[in-house]
């Protein structure tokens, strides 16, 4: 049973690092169209279209799918989420923002797969593996590089820092409340449910949103549409999807590589060079990534003795005594 599911866990070690990988690459880039439309959306009412925009597609691909609706056990999660993350976290955020610089933003914010190992680590007992707590801490040093490079010559409004850290929470706790809903519900389900209660919760900000497609200019408007079906309607939905396969804390740990295609987008976008510095925090995050994705050294060794002499491991089952092999592997 141990054998076989091991072997379904590796034949979706691609599609689950896939979707991280166009989840990470998308959010990226939202961090860009957030900027483009600054000027013309108050945090509210970007938070709001980009939530309607992107439930408009769920929506519509969850009835093609007749993906119905989820179990009541979902529900509290869903729910949680939808609040936290999709409505909370977008406002917040957005309103961020427009008080300090994408630097110091990013940086703020990357704090937030601190927050989903640790409230995974407790909450969800997904335990602290030493090779995850490694890697976060490599790729948040990157990712304070990065901020610190990205900062230039603006000041940090103490209200903006503390609003992209009220942000950074509202992720963190948003995403250990999806890990459960997926145990009753499927990815799409916990995606679009949790996007509509996001859209829910913003609806007071209708009469802004009103007002501000009215004064934007069409490229500002397009990018809140490309905020809601991109980085919204099939970011969330990859997200969700590699969630319910792999722990909140690792795959929270890979939202580290976020800065450093940032970095990228804008290099090719806006035609900004990034500095020798920025370059370094970016490449820093990257290898703090592939650090939590490693195994121990040790579990590799226990593992290989218990295959290379099968007998020992037969007798100690004989016991009634687990191998440690078996209890390393269960327990990550």
Request: aromatic content about 8%.
């Amino acid at each position: 049973m141990s054998s076989t599911s091991n072997k379904q866990s590796q034949a979706l070690e691609p599609r689950v690092l896939l979707a991280a990988s166009v989840t990470v690459f998308l959010w990226a880039s939202a961090f860009v169209s957030i900027r483009a439309c600054a000027d013309y959306f108050s945090p509210g009412a970007l938070a709001l279209g980009r939530l309607l925009s992107g439930s408009l597609v769920l929506v519509a691909v969850l009835l093609a799918t007749r993906g119905g609706l989820p179990s009541r056990k979902a529900w509290p999660g869903i729910a949680c989420s939808g609040v936290l993350w999709f409505g909370g976290y977008m406002v917040l955020l957005n309103w961020g923002e427009q008080l300090v610089d994408a630097g110091t933003a990013a940086m703020v914010v990357n704090i937030g797969p601190l927050v989903i190992a640790l409230l995974g680590g407790w909450l969800l007992k997904e335990g602290f593996p030493p090779m995850l707590l490694a890697g976060m801490a490599v790729s948040f040093a990157g990712a304070v590089v990065v901020g610190l490079s990205m900062s230039g010559e603006g000041e940090s409004s103490t209200l903006g820092v503390l609003l992209c850290l009220l942000a950074a929470l509202a992720y963190g706790g948003g995403v250990v409340s999806q890990k459960p809903a997926l145990k009753h519900a499927t990815p799409m389900q916990v995606t679009t449910f949790g996007c509509l209660i996001g859209a829910v919760v913003c609806l007071p900000f209708a009469g802004q949103l009103v007002r501000d497609l009215g004064t934007a200019p069409a490229t500002a408007t397009l990018n809140v549409v490309y905020l809601g079906v991109f980085p919204t309607a099939l970011a969330f939905s990859t997200w969700a999807y590699a969630l319910s396969r792999i722990s909140a804390g690792s795959l929270g740990a890979t939202t580290y590589a976020v800065p450093a295609v940032v970095v990228l987008i804008s290099w090719i976008a806006l035609d900004e060079v990034p500095g020798w510095l920025t370059l370094l925090g970016g490449a820093v995050c990257l290898a703090g990534v592939a650090v939590s994705r490693m195994r121990r050294p040790a579990a590799r060794t226990r593992a290989g003795t218990a295959a290379a002499t099968p007998e020992v491991a037969g007798e100690a089952g004989a016991e009634g005594t687990e191998p440690d092999g078996v209890r390393t592997d269960s327990g990550r």
